[in-house]
Antibody
Framework: QVQLQESGPGLVRPSETLSLTCTVS????????WSWIRQPPGRGPEWIGF???????NYNPSLKSRVTLSLDTSKNHFSLKLSSVTATDTALYYC?????????????WGQGTMVTVSS | QSVLTQPPSVSAAPGQKVTISCSGS????????VSWYQHLPGTAPKLLIY???KRPSGIPDRFSGSKSGTSGTLVITGLQTGDEADYYC???????????FGGGTKVTVL
């Protein structure tokens, strides 16, 4: 059974960099596309970006200048860095797997981790 | 504001049916597959429907999806108390070059 678990600081200061890691268990990260999605309080989800096991990435243009996704196959995890954060980056952050041959769909999600941007 | 538009809430009695709409445009739903997710607070979202109308293994056939033009629809029949959750639609938007979601619909079982 594939499971994803997000980890990282729950509080980030304004202007600093938010860093989160998603650890994958039950499957190798060396396949599939992997994604980050966030959900601000009271709002719908927002797609942040994809990373493929080759290292190829695709970012939401609205966040592209501040986002970096990376992966570490030796640790079977992938990571998100979001720079120059402001209060509008406060959200529940999820990592998810893009389903194989499922069009644009996320078949496995982590439980999410809340990140608050505040001084 | 979300790119895809969903009703904020729907409700029905146990055993009845609810229909959730997801309205988009030609650049997203009109030209790409729709997926649907169920989310209970504090848990991982669950994929219910992909490719407009396909169910992953383990999803009961009480959940069905469809697409027509620039709108997608999720139907839940035989409503159960365990179906009380938030439901989201999602797809790819070719103009924005980004994945997009709806704002979510809260299903209440009366």
């Amino acid at each position: 059974q594939v499971q994803l678990q997000e980890s990282g600081p729950g509080l980030v200061r304004p202007s600093e960099t938010l860093s989160l890691t998603c650890t994958v268990s039950g499957d190798s990260i060396s396949s599939y596309y992997w994604s980050w999605i966030r959900q601000p309080p009271g709002r719908g989800p927002e797609w942040i970006g994809f990373i493929y096991h080759s290292g190829n990435t695709n970012y939401n243009p609205s966040l592209k200048s501040r986002v970096t996704l990376s992966l570490d196959t030796s640790k079977n995890h992938f990571s998100l860095k979001l720079s120059s954060v402001t209060a509008t980056d406060t959200a529940l952050y999820y990592c998810a797997r893009v389903g194989d041959r499922m069009g644009w769909a996320f078949d496995i999600w982590g439980q999410g981790t809340m990140v608050t941007v505040s001084s | 504001q979300s790119v895809l538009t969903q009703p904020p809430s729907v409700s029905a009695a146990p055993g009845q049916k609810v229909t959730i709409s997801c309205s988009g445009s030609s650049s997203n739903i009109g030209s790409n597959y729709v997926s649907w997710y169920q989310h209970l607070p504090g848990t991982a979202p669950k994929l219910l429907i992909y490719d407009n109308d396909k169910r992953p293994s383990g999803i009961p056939d009480r959940f069905s999806g469809s697409k027509s033009g620039t709108s997608g629809t999720l139907v839940i029949t035989g409503l159960q108390t365990g179906d009380e959750a938030d439901y989201y639609c999602g797809t790819w938007d070719a103009s924005l070059r980004a994945g997009v979601f709806g704002g979510g619909t809260k299903v209440t079982v009366l």
